[in-house]
């Protein structure tokens, strides 16, 4: 086994679009030391573990340049949003513009580590971080690739490891939890019928997507990503839900009878709301590892790649001022919780009330949000921040009043939820 040290002021580990965008930020200025990222596997971005579907303006907080993206990696733009009930009735929000990119998230990711490499930081595929220790003032990390060990010494460490926060949890840091990470598998077709371009569809109910949601993200007119995500509270057997919600769904059998299916994915879907720390000793945690994602929709990719320039801005500044960095590091966290944390924490407390919810609570909230003009009111608020939005639409004098008689349901199921 060979050993060999490689000296680093700031590490990154993980590349997704949290840790990339922190290893970007933190190149910027005329810094010289040198920042270097530890990625497990040897390609960027795979294997994919995403829907792709992003609010474009988002990406403005993720520095990128939206018209230029748009037209690189961005198959489809999506303005509509369909909400089907457990009883096939359903609502459709229409924002009026065209707010979502269905991107390529492998080629997302690779733009973002191009961006950085490109700013100067070294990039280290198919290295995977098996164990971190504090020692004096610098972080140790134990590296394999293959058979090689190598150890590397960091004075900051920048963890953007994903959902399973593993070398968080080794650390007594707090980890999303377990029963909030949702598992999902999604499949890409060609060949969809009757595919409205613009339009993303969620089909809600128990018997094809319990505790969360089916959905149908169309690329083009004739293909589309079509996946389910269930809730750990109704077992664990996503391929039973997602092969009858395809063989068995009203609404969706006959469009792919005859479709094709051409990739199949799986993943963890983020619900777990932020984690209470994130921050060590000389180390910041970003992205899913900090349940920087919104619990609503697992939708994380905008939010965790600010937050990861935010600890990037952070591990910047402490090497170039010389700073003592423990007040820097829980800046970081009081920074990115006054951007984030009223929403987050909302969609956590909606999310844990929404997925115990029987079929007939669904059915009555969707007829709730058709006769009171749910989409007028949510057309104009931010995608990534849409809880405050949702708040205050139900306590709108007229939503509150119809919503009288689900407040009971609606406090069972949230305990039931707080209790998992
Ligand atoms: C099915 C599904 C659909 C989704 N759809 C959407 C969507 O449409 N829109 C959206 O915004 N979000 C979506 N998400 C969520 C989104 O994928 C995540 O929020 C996002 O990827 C988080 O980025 P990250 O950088 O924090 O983590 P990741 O993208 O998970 O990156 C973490 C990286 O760290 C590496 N790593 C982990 N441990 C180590 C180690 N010990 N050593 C070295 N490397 C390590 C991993 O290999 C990985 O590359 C979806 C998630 C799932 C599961």
Known sequence: ??????????????????????????????????????????????????S??????????????????????????IRRAKFIAPNFKSIEIDRGSNSMGVVDRVSLDSILAERAREAGCDYYLGHRVAKIQFEK?????????????????????????GTRARLSASIGLPTPDKNWLFPAIQYEFEG?????????????????????????????????????????LFGRKTREFISRFLKKHPLLKPRIHNAIKTQQYGGLVP????????????????????????????????????????????????????????NRCRNYEKLWKSYFEPNLSLMKLLRRMLTPLPDETWIKIIEIAKETDMQGFL?????????????????TPRVFIRSLNLFPQAATSLLRGLSV
């Open 271 to 326: 619900v777990s709301g932020p984690v209470n720390r994130t921050f060590h000793t000389n180390l910041m945690v970003v992205g899913d590892a900090a349940g920087q994602s919104k619990a609503t929709t697992g939708g994380g990719v905008n939010i965790g790649g600010f937050c990861g320039r935010l600890a990037g801005i952070t591990a910047r500044k402490i090497i170039m001022d010389d700073f003592s960095s423990d």
């Open 52 to 77: 792709g579907l992003i609010a474009l303006n988002g990406l403005q907080k993720l520095k990128l340049p939206i018209r230029d993206i748009e037209k690189k990696i961005c198959y489809n733009k």
């Open 1 to 50: 086994m060979k050993k060999t040290n490689i000296d680093s002021d700031i590490t990154i580990i993980g590349a997704g679009p949290a840790g990339s965008c922190a290893a970007w930020e933190a190149k910027q200025g005329e810094i010289e030391k040198p920042v270097s990222i530890i990625e497990e596997h040897p390609q960027i971005g795979e294997p994919v573990h995403c």
């Open 137 to 161: 003032n610098h972080w140790k990390l134990h590296i394999k690739k293959k058979n090689q060990s190598t150890l590397l010494r960091s004075r900051i460490l920048i963890s953007a490891e």
């Open 192 to 232: 969809v019928q009757n595919l409205e371009t613009d339009c993303v569809e969620l089909y809600f109910g128990r018997k094809y997507a319990p505790g969360f949601f089916g959905w149908v993200i169309p690329i083009n007119d004739e293909s589309a990503r079509i996946g389910v995500a269930i809730s750990r």
């Open 379 to 395: 057309k104009h608020t931010d995608i990534d921040l849409h809880a405050i939005g949702l708040l205050r639409y139900s306590l």
